[in-house]
């Protein structure tokens, strides 16, 4: 194999949970590209593996799967990008298959599947560590000689251990293009199997692969057939004649293909492992607690509240540094553009008011996600998943729905995307209309610029984390009832059985999580540098334009008496009432005065449609316009508590009453305010129309509840 | 005042210009099947036919 030899490929396998992706993180280092398989699957990751000797791999990450029986779409791209199926995407130079070396026979029944796609396989049994704390043996060399010398490499990804012999495994196995022996199957089934593939030949004019014609034989809702272009009809008999044979074997043909291969397993495994009596110990220990019926909901409402004090706590400094930050940038830069007012205001009031206001949240955000990065690396989100879905399973949701939807508690795409995992389309289709409904990342600024703000004052930090726990369910809450009405009586979804495996429960990797926090922040930041920025020019020119100068004569000679600050104040008022937002926000303000929520507020609801994170700066901007260096973060939330109605009943008391910014939170929990999530929701479902349904629904959801809890708030407080 | 005007308006068109053709740009991703999710990604890996 020469150095300079381009291009070669080699895909990660394994189930879920084996620490495959601690594994490639060590492979690849920081070196990685993530992105889609549109239509296709959740994310493809690659990398690039350095084997020693400058040979470099391109190493891709695929989706974790059990067999190589697809019920699911993310289980079809990994069949596919194995045997070479995917446009772009050529089939790879070998294959890692990653093992739990804790559960070795399960585990391999995968790499004895992949034996028959012909590739060069190493074996990696990661997990050693463990398995070696539970007393398990396993003779690497031996199990390495039975498969005909396919590399066996013990490793511990998570401790960096046997990484450089992998390294050197992958350089092997691609120069020496060893082959995992294939299965052999009894007489019967080896006929039935060359029936398929001379069907197959005749039918078609082309021999079909092994893996293929196991899959034509041996799964009941494979989609070879119809990748082949085999007609249906011819396509059953054959199928069915063959499957006759294997019946005749003695064997369920829909059963055969593991039966066949956990015989070879157990044989090729005997003196391979030696002991491992006590295979669960400490995590089922802790799982009697965490999973039991009433203390495991306690534990998981104790840990998100928690994670939501803390986040509060450890985010205030650095949010004070950003804070200051930004103020210190305006006051150096307010002073150079004296001589041009108006590009002065864009500059301060626009540009760094509206991205600073956007940006102070980033410490909540990267603490957020250290967290959630901590939970789900330790293996208690599985445990989260699995109280959830006993919590909510009568709604008719798929147990499958409860990864998109945490998922969904981060960003609705992936949440969105990830519901390919589930076989069912209607149970699919069920989870995607309610994925939206999670509190993402985006509602948190305004969520924790209402809490600090108006919340923490007047009644605490205790209240502050419940109201944040609070509305981080609200969506859920709705969620859960739109599930039951679309599984019951809309769709009619058929119950199916949830399976998820629970990871052992092991101390996250500082790196993973710290790698994973950074690629949130990075796509934060990049959204204040790009989209964030750009809206917020054009809200500030909204909010500025047009600066007729009648407006401020015309306030100067009514308010001749008036102290000169006064009157500054006055025509700021002006200018920004009669601008072309003002306007606009003025005549919709009479749909959101229900919910309590003035002109400004209003623009700021309109102008978050594209994207809900958009309030902040938009409110940063309509509330500091004509403020220019004076505009800090603290200023912003005294000007939002001195805000006054100013004509109808309400006139003289506060805008943002406890009433209006529950109202508020409530609407944008509840709201479909992400241009980005309503194209995906169309893309996966299909079509606009469950989009637009969604949309609709939505939106009405979020202004009916809204309404009612001002109302209801406005009368009890 | 004629420049600042300029530079003000030139400022709002580009931001204006730039979020109308990243707008166009997601809606003709998502129209060829890829992905308008905003991540970037500039994958056009499908299934073969």
Redesign the interface.
């Known amino acids: 194999m020469s150095a300079a030899e381009p291009g070669l490929t080699v895909a990660l396998v394994g189930n879920p949970n084996t620490g495959k992706s601690t594994l490639f993180n060590a492979l690849t280092g920081l070196r990685q590209r993530v992105g889609n398989y549109p239509g296709v699957t959740v994310a493809r990751k690659s990398g690039q593996c350095d084997c020693g000797d400058g040979l470099k791999v391109e190493l891709i990450d695929l989706p974790g799967l059990y067999s190589l029986s697809a019920a699911s779409p993310d289980e079809q791209v990994v069949i596919d990008a194995l045997s070479g199926h995917l446009a772009d995407d050529r089939r790879p130079d070998a294959v890692v298959v990653v093992i739990d070396a804790t559960n070795l026979l399960r585990n391999l029944f995968l790499a004895s599947q992949l034996s028959e796609l012909g590739l060069p396989v190493v074996l990696v049994l990661n997990q050693a560590d463990v398995a070696a704390e539970q007393g398990v043996k396993i003779d690497a060399g031996l199990l390495s000689r039975r498969l005909g010398g396919v590399p066996v490499v013990l490793t511990s990804a998570w401790k960096g251990e046997g990484i450089a012999a992998v390294r050197r495994a992958i350089a092997e196995a691609l120069r020496l293009r060893i082959r995992m022996p294939a299965v052999e199957w009894p007489a019967l089934v080896e006929e039935a199997l060359a029936d398929v593939s001379a069907g197959v030949a005749s039918d078609l004019g082309q021999t079909p692969s092994r893996a293929d014609v196991e899959r034509l034989l041996f799964d009941s809702t494979t989609s070879v057939g119809q990748r082949l272009g085999w007609e249906a009809a011819r396509r059953d008999a054959v199928i069915r004649a063959a499957r006759d044979k294997v019946r005749r074997a003695g064997y369920n043909p829909l059963a055969a293909e593991p039966l066949i291969h956990y015989e070879r397993l157990r044989k090729l495994l005997e003196g391979v492992v030696q002991g491992g009596g006590n295979r669960t110990g400490a995590s089922a220990a802790v799982d009697q607690v965490l999973l039991h019926r009433i203390f495991g909901p306690i534990v998981f409402t104790g840990i998100m509240l928690g994670m939501f004090a803390s986040v509060f706590w450890l985010a205030k400094f650095p949010m004070q540094w950003l804070s200051s930050g930004a103020d210190w940038l305006k006051a150096v830069v307010a002073p150079h553009l004296d001589g041009m007012p108006m590009l002065q205001s864009l500059v301060t009031d626009g540009m760094i008011g509206g991205v600073g206001a956007f940006l102070a949240f980033l410490p909540q955000i990267l603490i957020l996600f250290l967290f959630v990065g901590i939970l789900e690396d330790s293996g208690y989100m599985a445990r989260a998943a699995f109280i959830m879905d006993r919590l909510f399973s009568w709604c008719g949701l798929n147990g499958k729905s409860f990864v998109p939807m945490l998922s969904g508690f981060a960003c609705a795409i992936p949440g969105l995307l990830s519901t390919r995992t589930i076989e069912d389309p209607k149970a699919r289709l069920a989870t995607a209309f309610a994925v939206p409904f999670m509190s993402c990342s985006a509602r948190f600024p305004i969520y924790a610029l209402m809490c600090s703000a108006f919340i923490l004052p007047k009644y605490g930090a205790g209240w502050e984390s419940v109201v944040m726990v609070g509305m981080h369910c609200v969506g859920l809450l709705f969620a859960v009832p739109t599930a039951f009405v679309l599984t019951r009586f809309v769709l009619k979804v058929k119950p199916q059985p949830f399976v998820l495996e629970l990871p052992r429960y092991q101390m996250p990797k500082p790196r993973d999580v710290l790698w994973r926090m950074w690629q949130n922040a990075a796509e934060f930041v990049s959204k204040a540098g790009t989209v964030i920025f750009a809206i917020t020019i054009i809200v500030w020119a909204l909010t500025y334009f047009p600066r007729d100068p009648a407006v401020a004569q015309r306030v100067r000679a009514q308010s001749a008496d008036a102290p000169a600050e006064v009157v500054s104040a006055r025509i700021q008022a002006a200018y920004i009432e009669q601008s072309w937002m003002g306007r606009f926000g003025k005549s919709v303000q009479p749909i959101f005065d229900p919910c309590g929520f003035d002109w400004k507020i209003t623009v700021g609801v309109l102008a978050s449609f594209p994207a809900r994170e958009v309030i902040v700066s938009t409110l940063g901007v309509t509330y500091s316009v004509g403020e220019g260096a004076k505009a800090d973060s603290a200023h912003l939330r005294d000007k939002m508590l001195e805000a006054e109605w100013t004509e109808g009943p309400r006139r003289g008391t506060p805008i943002f009453s406890l009433a209006a910014v529950l109202a508020l939170m409530v609407f944008f929990a509840l709201c479909s305010q992400c241009g980005p999530t309503v194209a995906t929701l169309a893309q996966e479902t299909g079509g606009w129309k469950w989009a637009v349904i969604s949309f609709v629904y939505m939106t009405a959801l979020a202004w009916i509840m809204a309404v009612v809890v001002y109302q209801v708030v406005l009368r009890l407080v | 005042m004629i420049f600042?005007?300029f530079?003000?308006y030139g400022?709002?068109g580009v931001?204006?210009g730039?979020?109308g053709f990243?707008?166009a740009s997601?809606?003709r991703r998502?129209k060829e099947?890829?992905?308008?999710?905003?991540?970037g990604?500039?994958?056009?890996?499908?299934?073969?036919k």
Do not use: H, N, V
């Open positions: 600042e005007t530079l003000i400022i709002i931001a204006a730039w979020l990243r707008w997601a809606w998502r099947g890829g992905c308008a999710g905003g991540c990604c500039a994958s056009k890996i499908q299934p073969k």
